[in-house]
């Protein structure tokens, strides 16, 4: 038996979405749905992260001020350092840098967009 997951992400704008993902991130698009575009997947290697179409903010400053950063994905990377070096290098702006958490684990935050936080983690 194999699992794997695929997280929702809530985007208010598709094709910038796509833009960051790709442009930025460094995923291909697998497919796009709809016309207007309001469904689509973008991969990156064994990660597959789905993007839904909603009009209206994604996260209310309420939220964000109560909860602080709400992750909307988790993406694991077995050279999490090259990863890092990989997107600094496209210009990304970092939502956090990289950074060991006490646990261990060596992660990164970067925004989309639409405000979604993908958490890059590895050790």
Do not use: C
Not at 47 to 57: I, Y
Not at 76 to 86: H, R
Not at 91 to 98: C, D, E, K, S, T
């Amino acid at each position: 038996m194999k699992l794997t997951a695929e997280p929702q992400l809530f985007v208010t704008d598709m094709q910038a979405a796509l833009q960051h993902y790709t442009d930025s991130l460094g995923f291909t698009v697998a497919f796009v749905w709809g016309e207007p575009a309001f469904y689509a997947q973008v991969v990156r290697d064994g990660a597959k992260l789905n993007l839904r179409h909603v009009d209206g903010p994604v996260f209310s400053d309420a939220l964000r001020q109560a909860e602080g950063e709400v992750l909307s994905a988790t993406v694991t990377s077995d050279d999490i350092e090259g990863l890092y070096a990989e997107i600094a290098d496209m210009g990304v702006a970092f939502h956090q840098a990289l950074r060991t958490e006490p646990w261990g684990a060596r992660t990164f935050i970067v925004a989309d967009p639409s405000g979604n936080l993908i958490l890059f983690a590895g050790s």
